[in-house]
């Protein structure tokens, strides 16, 4: 349990970071395509990782965890302490982020997402993250894990580019870029709307 607990603290400490770090590209079509990347390189990282009994996306992502978990992919005593382990990893990489704050432009957040704003797109997030997590958990393309990241910038404000990845977007409200209580928001809402994904994925293609 030691070594993905660890890529899943460092995974999340890197994509908050780097999330934080797109919100001052130049325009915000460079922001979102630079997490859509990352989300597709973590994506093919996770699954060098893979074997036939047990899914790898919770290695990457919490809300995949609770997608696997749902169908059976992950035990889920995994759930608890997966979810733990990309927190600390997203408000390291969001006070990494902070750190560097006074040494960098301005960001490309303008307004602040209303809470059901946040909440409804977390949600939708959370389910299109679900479809994606079990068709590259079953052997489709890894590139699906930017569709998540795209719809995500295209939904909802700048500030919750990182929606699908529920741990960076609490690293977003650390390095002071999202309010403490949309991200909470939208981050729970990703995570029910993963569950509710997954099992109605399950219930519509039941697994022989």
């Known amino acids: 349990m030691g070594r993905p607990i660890t890529i899943a603290v460092l995974s999340s400490a890197i994509i908050t970071f780097v999330s934080a770090m797109?919100?001052?590209a130049a325009d915000a079509t460079?922001?979102?395509?630079a997490v859509a990347a990352l989300a597709v390189l973590l994506a093919w990282y996770a699954q060098l990782h893979a074997t036939?009994?047990?899914?790898?996306?919770?290695?990457v992502?919490?809300?995949a965890v609770v997608t696997l978990a749902v169908v059976g992919r992950r035990p889920w005593a995994t759930l608890l302490p997966a979810i733990a382990?990309?927190?600390?990893g997203g408000v390291l990489g969001g006070l990494a982020a902070l750190g560097l704050d006074s040494q960098l432009g301005d960001t490309l957040v303008f307004a602040d997402p209303a809470l059901l704003v946040a909440g409804a797109g977390g949600a939708v997030v959370g389910l299109i993250g679900?479809?994606?997590?079990?068709?590259?958990?079953?052997?489709?393309?890894e590139a699906l894990a930017a569709v998540p990241a795209v719809v995500g910038g295209a939904l909802l404000p700048l500030g919750l580019v990182a929606v699908y990845h529920p741990a960076a977007v609490v690293g977003l409200a650390?390095?002071?870029?999202?309010?403490?209580?949309?991200?909470?928001?939208?981050?729970?809402?990703t995570l029910v709307g993963a569950a509710v994904g997954a099992y109605a994925v399950s219930i519509l293609v039941p697994s022989e």
Do not use: E, Q
Not at 85 to 88: G, S
Not at 176 to 185: E, K, Q, R, T
């Open 174 to 189: 650390t390095a002071g870029l999202v309010p403490w209580d949309v991200a909470l928001i939208a981050a729970g809402a």
């Open 30 to 33: 460079l922001a979102v395509a």
């Open 52 to 59: 036939d009994d047990r899914g790898t996306g919770g290695l």
């Open 61 to 63: 992502n919490p809300a």
């Open 22 to 24: 797109a919100l001052r």
């Open 85 to 88: 382990a990309h927190a600390v």
């Open 130 to 141: 679900a479809w994606a997590t079990l068709s590259i958990d079953g052997g489709g393309p």
